[in-house]
Structures are given as C-alpha cells and as structure tokens.
C-alpha cells in the first residue's frame, strides 16, 4: 500500500490526522517510506507540513504524543517520540553500526562531559594550528529536523564574510573532544583554502588531504565518527 493510500486509509494516520488539525488545522500530514528524515516539521505556524515515516504508525505513544509536538514546534522531552524513533531507526538493515563492538580505544576517548564552550575550543584550535591565519568568527549553525539521516557537523562560509559554523548536536556530553576538533580543524582547512586560493581545486583536493591529515588524532576522530554516528545523527545515547 503507498503511504498516500495509507494516509487516506489507515485508521491510526486518520486519528492522528484528526487530533492534528485540532491543534493546527491548516496542518498538511504527509506519510513517507524514505530513507531521510523520519520525522520533520516544515512550513510555519500558519501552514506547517508534518512529514511522517510510515513505520512510526506503529508506535502509539509517539502518535499520542505528535500533536502537542507539532504545537510546541518540537521544543521539550517527548520520550514516545525518541523510543520510536530510536527502535524504527534501530531495525533499518543499512545500520551497520547496530551490534558491532565499540573498540576499547575507541570509547575511551576523552569525552566533552560538559557543556562545549565553542569560542574557547575553537579559539585553542585556531592558536594551535592555524595561527598563521586570521581567525574566521565561529558561530553554532541552526538545528535541523529532530533526526536526521545526514547532517553537516561543521560548514565554513568564505562570503560575504568567513564564518565557520558548528551543528549544535555535537554539544553533548558523551561527544569526544577529538571529533569536535577534527570538525573544526577541517573548517579551518577550507579557511586556509580560502585565504590561499588554487585556481580549479576541489574543495576536498589532494593539498586539503594533506592539511587536513596534520590533525594529530585524525584517524582516532574518523573511528570515532563511524561508530558513534547513529547516536549522533539518532539523537540517541550510546548505551555505555
Ligand atoms: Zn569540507
């Protein structure tokens, strides 16, 4: 059945249809089987667009709880909605990550443990690294949709000004330091690509690999990512 006939059909997306334009009713709810965002909120406050992964009609309290969601604009803890999210997104066959042991070394990296002061960190990675250049500002970008299928850590700007932005779900706790330097020290390489530029070089050339490999944990920071990245991408906590 395609998700528009479900949508038209189904009782659960009917329900949840109906309890949605009570809190929103120039609401549209659309049901997808993509595999991007399971869940997102679009439009405005006079016409949002709730996209909904099919998979989630299975899971009643998040339905319970999607209205209220969609009035708070998905601000406050809505633990119906993660579980779902968490277990839909857990039996995707693509996940290679689900199940694979965590190297030792690997999960021992020095993790944030706090909040990131992201001026400070950044400022240590310009002075340490990059002094030669002058510092871009650093900002933390906007955040996207609850969960995401992919998302850019980190974005250098070079116009109308250079700004370097990072994604703010790399500020949580159990993130490890080196992952958040490594995003940050390859900004910086795009900056020191902007300050000195080739004619006709890629972004990621062969002069930007080697820049970039001068990141004293760059392989630890790679490692890292692959295993932890469906935690971060999932909004979920890496059970440890
Ligand atoms: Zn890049």
Redesign the pocket.
Known sequence: MSAATLLAHDPRALALGRALTDVAPAIQLRLNRNRGTLISLRGDRHAPRLSLHVALLDHPAALAELPEWVRRNGRGRWPGIQAAITSVFAGRPDDRAQGVPIPDEIRALPRLAGPLDLAALFARVHRTWFAHLPPPPVTWARSGPLRQRHIRF?C?RRRPAPLVSLHPKLDQPWIAWCFVEHVLF??L??HAQACAPVRGES??GAR?RAWERRYPLHDQARRWERAYLQHVLGGTLPAE
């Open positions: 980190g250098y390859h900004e390489c795009h972004p990621h930007f």
